[in-house]
């Protein structure tokens, strides 16, 4: 199974600030990754698919990069509304695999 | 706009057995596979398995193989997720998850469902 890895666990930022985080796959999964940002008692939302697409409607400030075993999501700009924890996920042949999320403060 | 609508919330016993629904307003034939996430209090996602509609297909993940069992209603465009030997750490709001075929993100979820175990 592909084991994937959220750094940090974790963040804590201001408003305006540009935040990073990390996932990390256990293996090469080419760009088979997708973040998703979850607020509490809500279902998660897809913001970025394919390590790197912008899902549709979804604000500019939003951005992820990466291939292989390492990717990284960036808010370039942080706003009130984004506190939330993001997670990644990796699809391998129809099997899911999600990082163990990355929960954010400010 | 596709809505994905799930049952109610359920309190059952350890050892018991649960069965969630999850109704795909609008479904459009032979494009789609549904995923089953759930997820526990203040914890994070798990995959729990996949169910292809048409063919009725599924793959579990590991740690559900043989408690969890997905099923299709065609008639009724409505997702059945079946877990038994139920314990208390199966306590969590189970989702279903909507995937494009050739995708592998979701593009539509549930609202959730808080099944909790408790004596």
């Known amino acids: 199974d592909i084991q994937m890895t959220q750094s940090p666990s974790s963040l804590s930022a201001s408003v305006g600030d540009r935040v990073t985080f990390t996932c990390q796959a256990s293996?090469?999964?080419?760009?088979?990754l997708n973040w998703y940002q979850q607020k509490p008692g809500k279902a998660p939302k897809l913001l970025i698919y394919?390590?790197?697409n912008l899902e549709t409607g979804v604000p500019s400030r939003f951005s992820g990069s990466g291939s292989g075993t390492h990717f990284t999501f960036t808010i370039s700009s942080l706003q009130p509304e984004d506190i939330a924890t993001y997670y990644c996920?990796?699809?391998?042949?129809?099997?899911?695999?999600f990082g163990q999320g990355t929960k954010l403060e400010i | 706009q596709v809505q994905l609508v799930q049952s109610g919330a359920e309190v059952t016993k350890p050892g018991a057995s649960v069965k969630v629904s999850c109704k795909a307003s609008?479904?459009?034939?032979?494009?789609?596979?549904f995923h089953w996430v759930r997820q526990a209090p203040g914890q994070g996602l798990e995959w729990m398995g996949v169910?292809?509609?048409?063919?009725?297909?599924?793959t579990y993940a590991q740690g559900f193989q043989g408690r969890v069992t997905m099923t299709w209603d065609t008639s009724t465009s409505t997702l059945y997720m079946d877990l038994s030997s139920l314990k208390s750490d199966d306590t969590a709001v189970y989702y279903c998850?909507?995937?494009?075929?050739?995708?592998?993100?979701?593009?539509?979820w549930g609202q959730g469902t808080l099944v909790t175990v408790s004596s």
């Open positions: 998850a909507r995937v494009p075929l050739g995708e592998g993100h979701v593009d539509s």
């Open positions: 609008q479904y459009t034939f032979s494009i789609y596979f």
């Open positions: 169910l292809d509609p048409d063919s009725g297909t599924t």
């Open positions: 293996q090469d999964i080419n760009n088979y």
């Open positions: 394919d390590a790197s």
């Open positions: 996920q990796n699809y391998d042949n129809l099997l899911f695999s």
